[in-house]
């Protein structure tokens, strides 16, 4: 009975904890709280009434496929040629369709190629961005422009300008330059060289599929994306904008754009600068968000410029909080991290660090379970120690329960008077427990969410820690010529991951029969269910009950008071149940 009411206690303990934890996060990191405003609410917003005019182009869009390498062959493109990023813009629309990552491969392969987060509309992985102008409410330039282009290849230190001046007499530029990352800044500039003064706004674009985007679940997001009037919004997902037609997230965007596990493209508008955003369903599984700075009046001869900045590429932590702390709102943020980011960021550096002193990751990621276990020894021996402090006044408490059966505050009375008298706090075996929960799902997160697992070996057949194990017992690892069904799908890690939990579970003294029996299933049930998972977060589990297992056995021979109090509970239960079968018979 004590043994499950603490077992209440602590399922209760830790609810208050997530809740409480959420309630804190919400309090100093705050989501956009308010609901996205619709099409339909954004009448009298003198933005969204000329962006709705004008369209920006591909009001619904028609379901087509084009050939990748026919329109990368296409004349009038100009290379991109960055440190991290390699592509071209096309000058047609002022597009910027053809983006790939250098650093990060498609698969493990060596010649596997780059990862393509950007190209052109209509082919299967479509994805870019463009950048134009509305002129008296409606489009200056649009997909169809053709930009003249000067300079190029587009590299850090030499950018690229395209000019294009329309039959009213004004003249329109965009001045292309990148970082050394995964930056590209475009610095749009009209200039009114008619008689007649005019309403100009310039405005940016990101228009994706999500057929190809990852799996938004419950810990990791994924679709659109942006921080707004200070919050980061997590909230919306494609299919929430392909309901509502359009989303305006309330408030003034520091940023907004698509957002994957790993990949990230998002518009920055200039500092200061008034500008909307909202996202947009387009059809056929196609999006877009949309950036657009309020209307600025340019009599003759005047002129005007906005700097807009286009992020594309991989979501890596350090390139992340390196153009936040430059000033991009919450930048950082657009990894994903949850409620225990205080935890994460630093076991994510951790870990880092590991790899770089070590040079394997799933060498850093065994190193760093253990780092983490020996910090949290410590409170492991204080579990115990309470244990067998409970564990020895268990007679006592039994002789209070017989002597007060009768009298429940009086047995409650009593026992609190034997807590203080022997110094001994029931809830000192819940809490050291409790403590753990954030450091280890932050552990469990990082693992998730981290690029830089991404295709990282460990030994032998784990050539990619960032997928699942791809030995599979039952084709006996390849040999035979068949696909293993998912759920069927067991490894080696996941194998050793159900040993290694049994393993803890029997060092576990248990005297309840349905909990014993639990336990006894629970670690073959979990290889399954864990199977399909990473094999760095499979890496860590195993790691962690092998610890587990040393740490226990450890601790129970400074303690065998435990094991022999739980051979004696076990004992007089079978002897009960012995007195009650033959009761019975």
Not at 195 to 214: D, F, H, L
Not at 350 to 373: C, D, K, P, S
Not at 382 to 405: D, G, N, T
Not at 452 to 466: G, K, T
């Amino acid at each position: 009975m004590d043994n499950q009411r603490n077992l209440i206690l602590a399922v209760v303990l830790c609810g208050l904890l997530l809740l409480g934890w959420d309630a804190a996060m919400r309090l100093f990191y705050p989501h956009a709280d308010n609901p996205p405003v619709t099409a339909a609410q954004q009448a009298d917003n003198p933005v969204e009434r000329a962006a709705q005019r004008a369209d920006l182009g591909g009001a619904q869009a028609i379901e087509r496929r084009v050939d990748l390498a026919t329109q990368l062959s296409a004349p009038g493109r100009v290379a991109i040629a960055g440190e991290r990023i390699s592509g071209s813009v096309n000058a047609r629309g002022a597009r910027i369709d053809d983006i790939t990552l250098s650093q990060h491969r498609q698969d493990v392969s060596r010649n596997s190629g780059p990862i393509r987060l950007f190209a052109p509309q209509g082919t299967p992985v479509e994805q870019f961005a463009r950048f134009g102008f509305l002129q008296n409410g409606q489009l200056a330039t649009d997909e169809n422009t053709v930009w003249q282009v000067s300079g190029g290849p587009l590299a850090t230190d030499r950018p690229v300008t395209l000019t294009y001046t329309s039959t009213g007499g004004q003249r329109y530029t965009i001045e292309l330059s990148v970082d050394d990352h995964y930056m590209i800044t475009a610095r749009q500039t009209v200039a009114n060289t008619s008689a007649n003064a005019v309403v100009v706004q310039p405005y940016g674009a990101i228009e994706r599929t999500s057929r190809t985007a990852s799996q938004d679940v419950w810990n990791v997001h994924s679709g659109p994306i942006g921080t707004f009037g200070g919050a980061v919004n997590f909230d919306v997902d494609y299919d929430d904008v392909a309901e509502s037609g359009r989303i305006m997230p309330p408030g003034a965007p520091a940023w907004l754009g698509f957002t994957d596990i790993y990949w990230l493209s998002a518009l920055i508008p200039q500092d200061g600068a008034r500008a909307e955003g909202n996202f947009r369903s387009l059809g056929n599984q196609l999006f877009r968000a949309d950036l657009i700075y309020q209307p600025t009046t340019l009599a003759p001869g005047q002129q005007y410029s906005v700097t807009t900045r286009l992020f594309a590429g991989a979501k890596e932590s350090r390139v992340l909080n390196a153009y936040q702390d430059a000033g991009v709102a919450q930048f950082g943020l657009a990894i994903d991290w949850g409620w225990f980011r205080w935890f994460m960021q630093p076991i994510l550096y951790m870990l880092l660090w590991l790899f770089e002193l070590v040079g394997n990751f799933g060498v850093a990621i065994i190193l760093l379970t253990v780092l983490v276990r020996g910090l949290l020894f410590p409170i492991a021996q204080r579990q115990f120690a309470s244990m067998a402090a409970m564990r020895a006044l268990q007679p006592k408490m039994k002789a209070l329960q017989e002597r007060y059966k009768d009298d429940k505050p009086k047995m409650q009375q009593e026992i609190m008077a034997l807590y203080k008298e022997e110094k001994v706090n029931p809830l000192a075996g819940c809490l050291p427990m409790i403590l753990q929960i954030p450091i280890f799902f932050a552990l469990y997160k990082v693992l998730i969410i981290a690029i830089e697992m991404r295709h990282q070996p460990f030994v032998l057949w784990i050539r990619d820690l960032s997928a699942p194990d791809p030995a599979h017992i039952l084709n006996l690892f390849g040999l035979l010529p068949f696909e293993v069904p998912g759920f069927l799908a067991i490894g080696p890690l996941a194998v050793l991951l159900g040993v290694t939990m049994w393993l803890t579970f029997r060092l576990t003294p248990i005297t309840d029969p349905i909990q014993k029996q639990m336990f006894a299933i629970m670690p073959w049930v979990l290889m399954f269910v864990m199977a399909p998972f990473s094999a760095g977060l499979l890496l860590y589990w195993v790691t962690s009950n092998v610890l587990t297992v040393a740490q226990q056995s450890y601790l129970y021979s400074k303690h065998p008071q435990l094991k022999a109090a739980a051979d004696a509970e076990r004992a007089e239960k079978m002897r009960e149940a012995d007195r009650a079968k033959q009761e019975r018979a």
